[in-house]
């Protein structure tokens, strides 16, 4: 059959994929910035510490401490690896990439006979966040399908508008592809508006499968300096940039034969998404002693401008032929989205002029997260529902044995959904070689948490429970000049 493209609304698409709108906004809000290998190696706790490029994203009053000018490059190496449980399946599935966190270049400007001893300035680019995984996911359901959302979506439309194309993307695919058939009663005569499935009872194999890939990248420009070597200050203009594109094929099959002949359907949804933002990161760090250092920072929320491409097709194969019918947009859907404000404290202590221990705590609201663009309404009002504030906490550690430096680090960050612990941890470990003009860093980054995926309707089928676990590799060259 002839593939069909007409206009769908926005909110179509959480129809089946479980309100896929408040999921994007908790996407684009969070992050996991490792950035150079120093600075993930001791999981991101340089708030107060500062003389870090990677740290211009979190407290950007950091760039006070540099003394003179540095580049810093850092490319790295991940492996994804998800683990899902379906009743008794519990399938595994992997993704490796190979990409950059961070390049950078900070430029010292001395103030001689001035209390504000230099000026520095920043410029650069660093990642936030990697949306890189496959996911997979296999069982046989006894006792409902995928169809049974459809028809409870569909009921109550006309067989007419089906027809005319007014139903909703999912049921209009159906109807096209025989998936569903109209109710006929005792006498044969039409009950319009009441549908049946073509699947029959029986159990039946379920599969999906999700491939996404992209990220989220901050370019910046910082400024800042240092008073009396006392107070340091800085702020950070930050660009962020997203994209996001996923696949998904979600299938049904009969285990056994069916009267009309219905043996499998497959479901593939599309979505490719590009944004840009503009946010403002100031902070301040003190010296309370020659060893004793705190910061904190506030992030302004986010403004992204966002647009999306969708597409999505179902095809339904019987014993004798295959029927297709697919759906998407003429052009991009575009919408605006504004994430929560960030705030962080910290602190630093140096023992013995080699040892270094610092910490950070972090809040964001989750709840905040707002579209501004009409007919979102209910969307806004779902994510003040079912978000909320968090914590997050970052320890790091570093010794230095001339001209060696290891480094370990621990994170963990709070969980945004209420009710529900979906926490993440990262646990960081690191060398480098400091030769003073030149240096390299390594680290490794361990990177786990759990997660839900919902099939089509959780008033049908429970969550699917899915465990993520991230292995990061990273390696920083720098020079200073």
Known sequence: MKKIFIIIIFASIAI????????DALRYSTQNHLGTARHAAMAGAFGSLGGEFSALSSNPAGIGMY??????FTPSLSLNTTKSYYNQNNLLAYKSQFSVENIGIVFSVPKNKSDWRRVNFGLGWNKLAEYNSNINI????NSNSIVDKIIDLTNGTLTGELTNGNGNAYSQMAWNTYLIDPVFDSNNNLIDGEYSSNFSLNPKHQQKKIRSSGSLNEFILSIGGSYKEKLYIGATIGIPTLDYYEYSEYSEEELSDTSNNLRRMVLNEEISTYGTGYNLKI???????ENIKIGGSIHTPTYFSIEEDYNTSLMTFFKDSTLDYSMGYFNPFKFNLITPLKASLSASTIINKNIIFSAEYEVIDYSKNEYFTNGFEEENEIIKNIYQNTENIKIGAEITLNPFVFRAGYANFGSALKDTDFSRENFSYGMGLN??????????????????HQLYSDDLIDPIKIISTNHNILFSLGFRY
């Open 138 to 141: 296999e069982g046989i359901n």
């Open 283 to 289: 902070g301040a760090i003190y010296r309370l002693a």
């Open 16 to 23: 089946i994929s479980n309100a896929q709108n408040e999921i």
């Open 67 to 72: 003394q003179i000018s540095e580049f810093t």
């Open 435 to 452: 030769y003073g003009s030149y240096f390299f860093d390594i680290a490794y980054v361990l990177s786990k948490e759990e997660n839900q």
